[in-house]
């Protein structure tokens, strides 16, 4: 399977769509956490070290871009996708210049969330090894 | 002669007799006091048992009793090769090593009435040097030199020169008006930064039991200094406290040369009674770790050190039952606490000359980098970067102390709630990142529970890896306590990780405050 063993990190705050999406994910083979705010997302990520993370931007207390920015002062390297309704451009652009890896529109189809992920994972495990190689 | 383990030493403050180390040296003249810090000097130096002299015992008869080996003149073989000198019982020589022992030799003894021969104990095993350097030290110990930095370390830190500020600048008024009518508020690292002096704790090693306690007994003197600063500056006697600011800003840079990862220790204060001086000292430590990673110069530490101490003295304004109210504050009174930061300047005035960036801090240091602070609502280019990081430092020792109304958090959630917050463009980033370089967000000092299950606490941060701290492993998987600590540097296990953090009562360790240090 193509998500075989991998841990992903689910912060979402409609908790019917979190519950799906690791109901999916852990379909594929992996091993999922959801939360449902973002601090939360913070704690999860800093204690167990997902190999990426999905990131709703509307959520209660500490929002998405807040948790982005704040994963990104310690954890540099995780992928993070970014799942919103809220999908203009400036939308868009806001997550990334935040640290988002990738935006992806909600509701998003199975396929290409299974693809996105997959691609992000490949993406970083690649500049993981070229930064080892360098040492 | 009397044994006795250097474990079981306890304070005497007239020695009745020498004390001697099995080298035959004496450490400790009759008369003289053994203290803890002497103790701890003695065990620092690896000896593990002493000599006590006993009354009317002749020293150089106890010294070749601990020196050399007795052997039975029978116990010679004639013809044979010496392989070390033998002496007689007064210390004469009387075979070289090397000689061929003659076949009359035990019997012309025996005629001279001897029947014991001796053999010196090699150096290696009786290690003069060791104790040559270890009564150095003792005499340091007396003589008081047990500061937390070598003497030449803290007078060269008092001798460090601060730009004063100006007559016009410790008037509240005048002082406010210029604050505010800013469009920029800039200062940047001096040439020599101060961290260069500063040793990582991988160079440095374990901290020395004598090391501790000096840390332990510099941390009451500046808790007790702190207090006494601000009961002066309460009475309105502020002209005669600038030297004893000087002091606890001294022996905090001294501290953070020394080891800084100790020094952090006391910005995770419990003590509800004495909060203004504990959270005073806190601050202070606090801030000036986090001055040294963001490359300032040691004046610009010192007088870091002194707006972070200063920084709440308007608190002593405010109505004491406001202050220590144990409920949720009413807006009014709420009020009254956001104007200490003004109450603060007006005492800065009964101080005649003060660091010129001190005021900044005192009337700065509660704005957020987004405007939504007080007094005056500035966005972070009109804050001085010092107030930013004394208020940076406010916050985490706040979270981490025990408050009347609540119980102290954890030292990770007060890294987060800083890292939440620079999320929330509340503080400025580059604050909290000079902050975890030195802290980690696994903060130095709290107690971790690990991938494996066993538990550590976090001795020193890696600037390289904020999340890979090192540790000193107290419990094993089973959370059975281990009989040393044993140090983990997680940068170089990377297979392990931190997957909770942890109250020092979850694991079943000894009441050691600086365990794993």
Request: aromatic share 4%; charged share 25%; proline share 5%.
């Amino acid at each position: 399977m193509r998500l075989d063993g991998k841990k992903i990190l689910v912060a979402d705050d409609e908790i019917r769509l979190s519950q799906l999406l690791a109901m999916f994910l852990g379909e594929q083979g992996a091993i999922v956490e959801t939360v449902h705010n973002g601090q939360d997302a913070f704690r999860a990520a800093t204690m167990h070290r997902p190999d990426a993370i999905i990131m709703d931007l509307n959520m209660p207390g500490v929002n998405g871009l807040e948790a982005i920015r704040s994963l990104r002062m310690t954890l540099s390297d995780t992928p993070i996708l970014v799942l919103t309704g809220y999908c203009t451009k400036e939308h868009f652009a806001q997550a990334l210049e935040a640290g988002a890896t990738k935006c992806v529109a909600k509701p998003p189809s199975l396929a290409t969330l299974t693809d996105t992920i997959s691609q992000l994972l490949e993406d970083a495990e690649e500049k993981n090894n070229s930064g080892e190689s360098d040492d | 002669m009397r044994e006795v383990p250097v474990n079981m030493l306890k304070p005497i403050a007239k020695l009745p007799v020498a004390v001697l180390h099995k080298s035959g040296i004496i450490i400790l003249q009759a008369n003289e006091e053994l203290n803890d810090d002497v103790i701890a000097t003695i065990s620092d130096s690896g000896t593990d048992m002493v000599y006590f002299a006993e009354a009317g015992e002749r020293i150089d008869e106890l010294r070749r009793e601990l020196t050399h080996v007795a052997l039975p003149l029978t116990d010679l073989t004639p013809g044979e090769s010496l392989t070390r000198s033998l002496y007689d019982n007064s210390g004469q020589l009387l075979l070289e090593e090397g000689t061929a022992i003659p076949s009359n030799f035990a019997a012309s003894l025996q005629r001279r009435g001897m029947d014991t021969i001796y053999f010196r104990k090699p150096p290696e095993q009786i290690e003069p040097a060791v104790a040559r350097s270890l009564r150095a030290d003792i005499e340091k110990v007396h003589k008081g030199e047990s500061d937390v930095a070598p003497k030449e370390v803290i007078e060269q830190l008092e001798k460090i020169e601060l730009k004063m500020a100006d007559a016009d600048d410790l008037d509240a008024a005048k002082l406010e008006a210029k604050i505010n009518g800013l469009d920029k508020i800039e200062i940047k690292p001096g040439k020599d930064p101060f961290e260069k002096q500063i040793k990582t704790a991988k160079e440095r090693g374990p901290a020395t039991e004598k090391e501790k306690r000096n840390f332990t007994n510099a941390i009451e003197e500046s808790l007790a200094d702190i207090k006494t600063i601000y009961t002066t500056l309460a009475d309105g006697g502020g002209r005669s406290i600038l030297p004893l600011i000087d002091k606890v800003a001294t022996r905090a840079l001294a501290g953070l040369i020394q080891n800084r990862e100790l020094l952090m220790l006391c910005g995770t204060t419990d003590s509800p009674e004495e909060y203004l001086a504990t959270h005073s000292l806190a601050m202070t430590v606090i801030s000036v770790n986090i001055g040294t990673c963001l490359s300032y110069d040691a004046a610009q530490i010192k007088s870091l050190a002194y707006g972070a101490m200063l920084s709440d003295v308007g608190m002593l304004k405010v109505p004491k039952e406001i202050v220590s109210k144990n409920e949720k504050l009413s807006p009014s009174e709420y009020a009254e606490i956001k104007r200490h930061s003004a109450y603060g300047l007006d005492l800065l005035q009964s101080i005649s000359s003060i660091p010129e960036e001190v005021p900044y801090v005192v009337y700065q240091s509660h704005e957020r980098a987004n405007g939504s602070g007080y007094p005056c609502g500035k966005k972070d280019v009109v804050v001085h970067p010092f107030a930013r990081i004394v208020g940076a430092s406010d916050i985490y020792t706040s979270v981490c102390a025990k408050r009347p109304y609540r119980d102290a958090k954890l030292p990770y959630e007060a890294m987060e709630q800083l890292v939440l917050m620079c999320g929330k463009r509340l503080l400025n980033p580059n604050i909290i990142k000079a902050f975890l370089k030195c802290n980690s967000m696994f903060p130095v000092g709290s107690f971790v529970r690990l991938s494996d299950g066993s538990g550590a606490r976090v001795v020193a941060a890696n600037p390289e890896d904020y999340m890979r701290p090192m540790l000193s492993l107290l419990t094993d998987t089973d959370n059975n306590s281990l009989t040393e600590p044993e140090r983990l540097d997680l940068l170089e296990n990377k297979d392990i990780t931190v997957t909770q953090a942890i109250y020092r009562n979850d694991m079943a360790i000894p009441d050691d405050p600086m365990i794993g240090f």
